[in-house]
T-cell receptor, first 114, second 112 residues
Framework: DAKTTQPPSMDCAEGRAANLPCNHS???????VYWYRQIHSQGPQYIIH???NNETNEMASLIITEDRKSSTLILPHATLRDTAVYYC???????????????FGEGTQLTVNP | EPEVTQTPSHQVTQMGQEVILRCVPI?????FYWYRQILGQKVEFLVS????????KSEIFDDQFSVERPDGSNFTLKIRSTKLEDSAMYFC??????????FGQGTRLTVV
């Protein structure tokens, strides 16, 4: 799976959009970009994933550049409860017999301030 | 939303003792995982399980570890002889397809 690079920390004001960047310059054509977050040692929580098109769900939007070498997770109206470590993970879909582990890096510690 | 359930939330055990961590994955899921996170460190993959056998394991998952799906609902991680360095949060996870992995809230294992 391709390596990802994220800033170690970011701050955001409550109610504003949080834009979390991720670089994945060695991404392969069949690899997806996934975002998970972990709130204070709780289990990681899936946020969103995409291949090449921008994606939006009830939690966030994912913007992937045309060359797919980087992406941005957008939390449109950050709240205090969005304070967490955000992980960008690049992974190819695996066959049924393969485990398809998630490899977590250090992530970005997002702190939402009142 | 469906949940992965882990019990107990906190387990304290003496060094050298066997411990079993329990998980109930989401009912229609077919792929099961254990991850761990030592305090202040990254979440690390331990093992994946599919079709009643281990499909992948990390170098951490040595002979002291084993996994089992004893019935249609539970998925367990056994550590045969715990060491101090096994102290960590252990997360169970499951998925139905390759898109989304659901994690439990974890069991905090403290080895004393």
């Amino acid at each position: 799976d391709a390596k990802t690079t994220q800033p170690p920390s970011m701050d955001c004001a409550e109610g504003r959009a949080a834009n979390l960047p991720c670089n994945h310059s060695t991404i392969s054509g069949n690899e997806y970009v996934y975002w998970y977050r972990q709130i204070h040692s709780q289990g990681p929580q899936y946020i969103i994933h995409g291949l090449k098109n921008n994606e939006t769900n009830e939690m966030a939007s994912l913007i992937i550049t045309e060359d797919r070498k980087s992406s941005t997770l957008i939390l449109p109206h950050a709240t205090l409860r969005d304070t967490a470590v955000y992980y960008c993970i690049v992974r190819a879909p695996r066959g049924e017999t393969s485990g398809s582990r998630l490899t977590f890096g250090e992530g970005t510690q997002l702190t939402v301030n009142p | 939303e469906p949940e992965v359930t882990q019990t107990p939330s906190h387990q304290v055990t003496q060094m050298g003792q066997e411990v079993i961590l329990r998980c109930v994955p989401i009912s229609n899921h077919l792929y099961f995982y254990w991850y761990r996170q030592i305090l202040g460190q990254k979440v690390e993959f331990l093992v994946s399980f599919y079709n009643n056998e281990i499909s992948e394991k990390s170098e951490i998952f040595d002979d002291q570890f084993s996994v089992e799906r004893p019935d249609g609902s539970n998925f367990t991680l056994k550590i045969r002889s715990t060491k101090l360095e096994d102290s960590a949060m252990y997360f169970c996870a499951s998925r139905a397809d390759f898109s989304r992995v659901f994690f439990g809230q974890g069991t905090r294992l403290t080895v004393v």
